[in-house]
T-cell receptor
């Protein structure tokens, strides 16, 4: 079974600075998808960014980018120019491309943005 | 566009009482549907998922059950609630096709407190 590990329960960053959230996963599959979700205090789950394992190019969405290292099974999220609204719980998630449709989540990283 | 509705938003129920949480999706057909539970400050645990009407897969043996009486309706139930059933319940949907990088789209969640 696939597992997703987020080793940083909490992180903090100064407004306008850059922060990187770590995520590693364990799988024997070669084709899969990875996601970062954001959960603000409202507790709504919001998709931040997604990556296909077959793509070597790292995904980017405005101030959010990933560092996908397939061999190391690492999928970190970089937030540039951090804003107060970025404060939230961030979850890394894994989905197989071939064997089922469910998403496996990490335990989350609580990000605090300091003004 | 697709929307997902989940209700109620909050619920307080005594131990031993029944439970029914409902989720509906609009704007798409034959979606995959999911129920997740989130304990306070923790990651998401997949409870049930469904790939079609009447087709339910259970991930964790427990006091809960799920049903899909219509294509875009997913119901989470219990005959007798336990204190350990307290938590935040999230419904989600995704497109069906494997091999397509379809993320999960979440409802706003239900905060259940069993007293």
């Amino acid at each position: 079974a696939q597992t997703v590990t987020q080793s940083q329960p909490e992180m903090s960053v100064q407004e306008a600075e850059t922060v990187t959230l770590s995520c590693t996963y364990d799988t024997s599959e070669s084709d899969y998808y990875l996601f970062w979700y954001k959960q603000p205090p409202s507790r709504q789950m919001i998709l931040v960014i997604r990556q296909e394992a077959y793509k070597q190019q790292n995904a980017t969405e405005n101030r959010f980018s990933v560092n996908f290292q397939k061999a190391a099974k690492s999928f970190s999220l970089k937030i540039s120019d951090s804003q107060l609204g970025d404060a939230a719980m961030y979850f890394c998630a894994y989905r197989s491309a071939t064997s089922g449709s469910r998403l496996t989540f990490g335990e989350g990283t609580q990000l605090t943005v300091n003004p | 566009s697709q929307t997902i509705h989940q209700w109620p938003a909050t619920l307080v129920q005594p131990v031993g009482s029944p439970l029914s949480l409902e989720c509906t999706v609009e704007g798409t057909s034959n979606p995959n549907l999911y129920w997740y539970r989130q304990a306070a400050g923790r990651g998401l645990q997949l409870l049930f998922y469904s790939v079609g009407i009447g087709q339910i897969s259970s991930e964790v043996p427990q006091n809960l059950s799920a049903s899909r009486p219509q294509d875009r309706q997913f119901i989470l139930s219990s005959k007798k609630l336990l204190l350990s059933d307290s938590g935040f319940y999230l419904c989600a949907w995704s497109r069906v096709r494997l091999g397509v990088n379809s993320p999960l789209h979440f409802g706003n969640g239900t905060r259940l407190t069993v007293t």
